[in-house]
């Protein structure tokens, strides 16, 4: 069991965060790695800047394979749901510069991805790279693709069995 915190990037250069908990439900270890069932669910936000707000929660199921050495690979899908806040328009006062109101259309989204993660496992910290591309989907609003890149430390907490 680890926590893992990410900067969360939409695009890789949309600004987010992220925090998730990984849990390995099954493992079967082999001669020089370990194979795990997981689940991860998380949290995370990422923003537009001066447009678009967004919330991602979820969670991911995957299997993953540990080495000797600790670098480890997975390959999981996830099932998110995603709230979206639009920036519609704002009003500004030319005097100062200052904007004062601001509306959001707010809209709701169902975001299934794929996920691919690579990273490397020390005996208490690790670090992980992630790429994730998915889509939005929504019954009342347009689709579309989106890309996910995260780069995040990972801080287990149980010690490895000898």
Same mark, same amino acid.
């Given at each position: 069991?680890?926590?893992?915190?990410?900067?969360?990037?939409?695009?890789?250069?949309?600004?987010?965060?992220?925090?998730?908990?990984?849990?390995? +439900?099954?493992?079967?270890?082999?001669?020089?790695?370990?194979?795990?069932?997981?689940? #991860?669910?998380?949290?995370?936000?990422?923003?537009?800047?001066?447009?678009?707000?967004?919330?991602?929660?979820?969670?991911?199921?995957?299997?993953?394979?540990?080495?000797?050495?600790?670098? #480890?690979?997975?390959?999981?899908?996830?099932?998110?749901?995603?709230?979206?806040?639009?920036?519609?328009?704002?009003?500004?006062?030319?005097?100062?510069?200052?904007?004062?109101?601001?509306?959001?259309?707010?809209?709701?989204?169902?975001?299934?991805?794929?996920?691919?993660?690579?990273?490397?496992?020390?005996?208490?910290?690790?670090?992980?790279?992630?790429?994730?591309?998915?889509?939005?989907?929504?019954?009342?609003?347009?689709?579309?693709?989106?890309?996910?890149?995260?780069?995040? +430390? +990972?801080?287990?907490?149980?010690?490895?069995?000898?």
């Amino acid at each position: 069991m680890s926590l893992r915190f990410s900067y969360l990037g939409h695009y890789l250069y949309q600004p987010g965060l992220k925090a998730s908990l990984h849990l390995n +439900i099954f493992e079967k270890s082999k001669e020089k790695s370990t194979l795990s069932l997981f689940a #991860e669910p998380g949290l995370g936000f990422y923003s537009h800047i001066n447009a678009n707000s967004h919330v991602i929660a979820g969670t991911e199921l995957g299997l993953k394979r540990v080495g000797q050495k600790g670098f #480890e690979s997975s390959l999981s899908v996830g099932v998110n749901g995603c709230y979206r806040a639009v920036l519609l328009g704002l009003s500004s006062n030319l005097g100062n510069g200052e904007t004062s109101s601001k509306d959001y259309e707010h809209r709701i989204y169902f975001l299934p991805t794929l996920n691919l993660t690579l990273g490397k496992n020390y005996e208490k910290l690790g670090w992980f790279i992630k790429a994730s591309p998915g889509y939005f989907l929504s019954p009342n609003h347009p689709r579309s693709f989106a890309l996910f890149a995260e780069v995040g +430390i +990972i801080f287990s907490l149980k010690k490895k069995e000898e």
